[in-house]
């Protein structure tokens, strides 16, 4: 009884120490399957969406993402020229729809079409970061899918460059007041930017 003990208790010690090793092995595995995970999580579905995505589209499921109905999201990794659901901060967006079914699984939500923010393009807002822009305009049913809304024309701030804010980091030189520029109904101040 006694050599049936000793042998079954240095088995169990083998075992641990075997699956002790696996474990923290695995561990590793598993943290780098995680990043290789988080990077290859574009165009899939998940129950959450995790930190650096959007998603473009949200279903509702029975019984996958917990017991009942839950949202059942589409992933995106933040490009230019998508169509998503909320634009993650850093980015833009140029235009805005009212769809049905598909930012919302039972009813009307609003996609946006996301925008690295770059010089020279139009833009619902100026984006976290070095730009600025130079023009604005009021149009329908752009950046607002049921009404007017403000576009901006960004730019990368440069010396001279006539902008109607001044960003983080730079001075101006000049300033102006022009008519429908700045202001798409009335005037507003342009500064002649130094940097």
């Given at each position: 009884m006694r050599m049936a003990f000793r042998s079954l208790a240095r088995a169990g010690?083998?075992?641990f120490?075997?699956?002790a090793l696996v474990l923290g092995l695995s561990g590793g595995f598993t943290a780098a399957a995680s990043e290789a995970g988080q990077a290859g999580l574009d165009n899939t579905w998940a129950c959450s969406v995790p930190s650096g995505y959007t998603y473009d589209r949200v279903a509702s499921q029975l019984n996958v993402c917990g017991s009942g109905f839950h949202a059942y999201y589409h992933l995106r990794a933040p490009q230019d020229n998508i169509?998503?659901?909320y634009v993650p901060s850093g980015?833009?967006?140029?235009?805005?729809?009212n769809?049905?079914?598909?930012c919302n699984s039972s009813g009307f939500a609003t996609s946006y079409r996301m925008r690295v923010g770059q010089d020279n393009i139009w833009a619902c807002y100026v984006p976290n970061g070095n730009l600025t822009y130079d023009r604005v305009t009021s149009?329908?049913?752009v950046c607002n899918p049921s009404g007017f809304s403000y576009s901006y024309h960004l730019r990368t701030p440069v010396n001279?460059?006539?902008?109607?804010n001044v960003p983080v980091g730079w001075t101006y030189d000049q300033v102006t007041n022009q008519l429908n520029v700045c202001n798409p109904s009335g005037f507003a101040s342009s500064y002649r930017l130094r940097g």
């Open positions: 010690a083998c075992t120490a075997s699956l169509w998503v659901c980015y833009t967006y140029d235009q805005a729809s769809q049905l079914n598909v149009q329908l049913n001279g460059l006539w902008a109607c």
